[in-house]
């Protein structure tokens, strides 16, 4: 069984332009999670997606957005970046029904801000 | 707000050696999941534990949930090189769906 595919692996931007990162989850998971690891803030949630909606986003502000497809899969964008978006992205998915639910995440992508 | 300690920050052990790793929360916890990264890469779900003394073992770690759902240990026995890594504890935050905290992570090294 395929695990959780992130793209692309590596993404190099400069100071202003837009980013998109792209997550395809376990198949059969309804729910995407973005999570932000930067070098030493640790992991922060960003965004949870469920069924096409948008149910819970963290503490970032509006220039980060996503949207989640009909097939599940899942793309954070990312406007106006800034230095400090530099960082790794990591995408997670999960079975619905349950509270609480196992995050199985994805390999990563490597965003950084020049 | 809820925030996850994890201790030692890094340990470096024998092959061969036991060792622990903790996790302690502020608050009560209502799940606790175990991740291993190696750096800069994705996160490898070990285990998750959710009713208090629960304990799970997978191949050669354990791991615990106290009474109390307070705090958690990770318990490797007999340590081999491919468990060096970080292990990342992580939990639900209260009153947001969706959203796990995350421990700042134990950094593994294990000698051969």
């Known amino acids: 069984e395929a695990g959780v595919t992130q793209s692309p692996t590596h993404l190099i931007k400069t100071r202003g332009q837009q980013a998109t990162l792209r997550c395809s989850p376990i198949s059969g998971h309804t729910s995407v999670y973005w999570y932000q690891q930067a070098l030493g803030l640790g992991l922060q949630f960003l965004l949870w997606?469920?069924?096409?909606?948008?149910?819970n986003r963290g503490n970032f502000p509006p220039r980060f957005s996503g949207r989640q497809f009909p097939n599940y899969s899942s793309e954070l964008n990312v406007n106006a970046l800034e230095l400090e978006d530099s960082a790794l992205y990591l995408c997670?998915?999960?079975?619905?029904?349950?509270?609480?639910?196992?995050?199985?995440f994805g390999p990563g992508t490597r965003l950084t801000v020049l | 707000s809820q925030e996850l300690e994890q201790s030692p920050q890094s340990l470096i052990v024998q092959e061969g050696k036991n060792l622990t790793i903790n996790c302690t929360s502020s608050k009560t916890l209502y799940g606790l999941y175990w991740y291993k990264q190696k750096y800069g890469e994705g996160l490898i779900f070990l285990m998750m534990?959710?009713?208090?003394?629960e304990e799970k073992s997978h191949e050669k770690i354990t791991a615990k949930l106290d009474e109390k759902k307070q705090q958690s240990s990770l318990h490797i026995t007999a340590s081999q090189p491919s468990h060096a890594g970080i292990y990342l504890c992580g939990a639900p935050r209260r009153g947001s769906q969706g959203n796990l905290i995350f421990g700042k992570g134990t950094k593994l090294s294990v000698k051969p």
């Open positions: 534990l959710q009713k208090g003394g």
């Open positions: 997606y469920d069924e096409g909606e948008e149910r």
């Open positions: 997670a998915s999960s079975s619905g029904g349950k509270v609480y639910n196992e995050q199985f």
